[in-house]
C-alpha cells in the first residue's frame, strides 16, 4: 500500500497520476490529511482511503510519501519514528529535508529524497531522485515509477539536490512571472489582457515544444533573430540590462535559501 503523510497540491498530483497507470488504477492508497474538506475530496475524487493520524499510514503502508511542509517535518517524523521499520521505503518530497536528517530520525537507510515540481499536476513534472545505495532495482523501480506518472525522472547525487530546488522546483514560478511579464507589456502596447495572454502562453508552449524535440536553445534564438530586426532590437535590451546575470542571481538565491533550509541536524 502507498501512503501519504499530506493531503496537498503534490500529493494530489502524485495520487491522480497513478490513479491514471493501468495497474495504479488498483493500488491501495492511504492519506493522513488534517483537514475534513480536503479529505472527503481526495476520496471523491480519487478512491483514495482517508486519515487524520499519521501513525496509521507509517504502520499500514509499505512505501510512505512525506508531503508535508518543511518546517512541519520534525514533528511528523517524531510522531511516526517507531513504526518505520528497515521494511518500509519513505519518500520525502519536501525542499531542503536532508537524507542525513531523515536518517537520524527515522534510523532506516530506506530513504528517498525527491524534488517534484508543480507541472505534476498536469502530469508534465520534473522529478530529481536522490537515494543511497542500499535499494534493490525492484525497490527502485517502485518509486520511480510513481514518479514517472507525473512527467520525467532524473536520479542524481544529493549533492546537485540545492541546485535543482533552485532550477526545476522554482523555476515554474520564475517562468511564470516571466510570462505574466509579457502579458502586462503587450497589454501596455495596446493589447487586451485575454489576446495578450493566449499569444504569450502559446508562444510559450510551442517554443517549449521545439526545445523538447531537440532544438538547442542557442539555435532557436538564431532562427527567430534577423540582423537588425525586431528580435534583435530586444535582445540587445536584455543583453544591456544583464539578463543572464539576472537570472543567475535568481538561482543562486534560490539554491542558498534551499541549503538554509536543509541545515537542521
Do not use: H, W
Not at 494530489?12 to 492508497?29: C, D, F, P, T, Y
Request: charged share 25%.
Amino acid at each position: 500500500m502507498i501512503g501519504f503523510i499530506g493531503g496537498g497540491n503534490m500529493a494530489e498530483a502524485l495520487i491522480k497520476g497513478i490513479r491514471g497507470k493501468a495497474q495504479g488504477a488498483r493500488e491501495k492508497i492511504l492519506v493522513s490529511e488534517p483537514r475534513e474538506e480536503r479529505k472527503k475530496y481526495l476520496e471523491q475524487a480519487y478512491s483514495v482511503k482517508t486519515t487524520s493520524d499519521n501513525k496509521e499510514v507509517a504502520s499500514l503502508c509499505d512505501i510512505i510519501i512525506l508531503a508535508v511542509k518543511p518546517k512541519n517535518m520534525a514533528t511528523v517524523l517524531t510522531e511516526i519514528k517507531e513504526l518505520i521499520t528497515d521494511k518500509k521505503t519513505v519518500v520525502s518530497i519536501a525542499a531542503g529535508i536532508t537524507l542525513s536528517y531523515l536518517q537520524s530520525r527515522l534510523n532506516t537507510k530506506k530513504l528517498i529524497r525527491v524534488m517534484p515540481n508543480t507541472p505534476a499536476l498536469v502530469q508534465e513534472g520534473m522529478s530529481v531522485m536522490s537515494l543511497c545505495e542500499c535499494f534493490s532495482d525492484r525497490d527502485i523501480a517502485a518509486i520511480r515509477d510513481i514518479f514517472m506518472s507525473i512527467g520525467r525522472v532524473l536520479t542524481l547525487p544529493e549533492k546537485y539536490m540545492d541546485a535543482v530546488t533552485a532550477l526545476s522546483g522554482s523555476g515554474p514560478a520564475f517562468i511564470a512571472l516571466f510570462v505574466e511579464s509579457l502579458v502586462d507589456s503587450g497589454v501596455k502596447l495596446g493589447l487586451s489582457r485575454d489576446n495578450s495572454s493566449e499569444l504569450a502562453i502559446q508562444t510559450l508552449i510551442g517554443t517549449a515544444r521545439l526545445l523538447e524535440e531537440g532544438m538547442s536553445p542557442e539555435r532557436l534564438r538564431e532562427m527567430v533573430t534577423s540582423p537588425g530586426g525586431t528580435t534583435a532590437a530586444g535582445l540587445k535590451v536584455f543583453e544591456e540590462k544583464g539578463l543572464k546575470n539576472i537570472v543567475l542571481n535568481v538561482l543562486e538565491a534560490a539554491k542558498t535559501r534551499a541549503e538554509e533550509l536543509g541545515r537542521r541536524e
